[in-house]
């Protein structure tokens, strides 16, 4: 699958109401499988302390504008992380 060049991911989730959260990480690319986004050089610390888990992950390549919806994110390897889509 293509390897998206992108300097940040956006990882959003809304509740209830009005209440929505919303994180800017940067990295070094995103690549989009069957299933699952990999997003590569990304901080694990960054994830790690969130306190909520993403409804969407969306990022800018090529001037377009890509969003997913994707459940909470796991390390795969150093600087990865793996979003399963939904």
């Known amino acids: 699958m293509p390897l998206y060049q992108s300097d940040s991911i956006l990882l959003e989730a ?5 209440d929505a959260e919303s994180v800017c990480l940067p990295c070094e690319g995103v690549r989009v499988d069957a299933g699952a986004i990999i997003v590569h050089g990304i901080a694990p610390q960054q994830l790690q302390a969130l306190r909520w888990t993403p409804d969407f992950l ?7 504008r890509h969003r997913y ?3 909470r994110p796991a390390l795969v390897g150093p600087g990865q992380a793996r979003f399963a889509l939904l």
Do not use: M, W
Request: hydrophobic share 25%; glycine share 14%; aromatic share 26%.
């Open 14 to 18: 809304y509740y209830f109401g009005d």
């Open 69 to 71: 919806p994707v459940s």
């Open 58 to 64: 969306s990022f800018d390549a090529h001037g377009t």
